[in-house]
T-cell receptor, first 115, second 114 residues
Framework: ETGVTQTPRHLVMGMTNKKSLKCEQH?????MYWYKQSAKKPLELMFV???????ENNSVPSRFSPECPNSSHLFLHLHTLQPEDSALYLC??????????????FGPGTRLTVL | AQKVTQAQTEISVVEKEDVTLDCVYE???????LFWYKQPPSGELVFLIR??????QNEISGRYSWNFQKSTSSFNFTITASQVVDSAVYFC???????????FGAGTTVTVRA
């Protein structure tokens, strides 16, 4: 595997379900990100991890819970979601969390539908 | 606060036409970075270019070229001789030198018809 991978690619869940999104980067980066992309809205940064430490929680509801067990893996645990949470969830990684000097590389995303 | 504006929502062209995507940004920082990303229908954002605020040289990469003008706070992107494979959503983004946050524009959807 190369680059940034995400699983699953598609997920349909009910509002009472619990599920997790997985992201893995094979680039040796030390910063990882979760973004939400909703229809007709700009990409929204949700969480940032640098060296496995959460450095940003961008006012995200607690029904989204991130986990970064090591610098290569990032999870987004989902529970009690709402239909408006349906979106494309993108994972990204970069060389350094001060991303200005380093481009972020994105995974293919997980298309989430909440019924 | 940082802000990126991509005024063009959608652009449709016929193959081999040139297409220019506009990007206007706002920042109070003197050191910042500008990016362009391409998002094809598959969903993955593909990095195209990074430009720092001190380098105003235009850049060309194959059929792609970028025009950075600090005086007008613009970082426009031109695809020359467009191809069907160029059909995608293109995002302009901005970050400052000491932050991890990328501020994205709303994106421009480019459709190239055969």
């Amino acid at each position: 595997e190369t680059g940034v991978t995400q699983t699953p690619r598609h997920l349909v869940m009910g509002m009472t379900n619990k599920k997790s999104l997985k992201c893995e980067q094979h680039l040796g980066h030390n910063a990882m990100y979760w973004y939400k992309q909703s229809a007709k809205k700009p990409l929204e940064l949700m969480f940032v991890y640098s060296l496995e430490e959460r450095v940003e929680n961008n006012s995200v509801p607690s029904r989204f819970s991130p986990e970064c067990p090591n610098s290569s893996h990032l999870f987004l645990h989902l529970h009690t979601l709402q239909p408006e949470d349906s979106a494309l969830y993108l994972c990204a990684s970069s060389q350094d969390r001060r991303g200005g000097n380093y481009e972020q590389f994105f995974g293919p995303g997980t298309r989430l539908t909440v019924l | 606060a940082q802000k990126v504006t991509q005024a063009q929502t959608e652009i449709s062209v016929v193959e081999k036409e040139d297409v220019t995507l506009d990007c206007v940004y706002e920042t109070r920082d003197t050191t910042y970075y500008l990016f362009w990303y391409k998002q094809p229908p598959s969903g993955e954002l593909v990095f195209l270019i990074r430009r720092n605020s001190f380098d105003e040289q235009n850049e060309i990469s194959g059929r792609y070229s970028w025009n950075f003008q600090k005086s007008t706070s613009s970082f426009n992107f031109t695809i020359t001789a467009s191809q069907v494979v160029d059909s995608a959503v293109y995002f302009c983004a901005l970050s400052d030198a000491n932050d991890y946050k990328l501020s994205f524009g709303a994106g421009t959807t480019v459709t190239v018809r055969a």
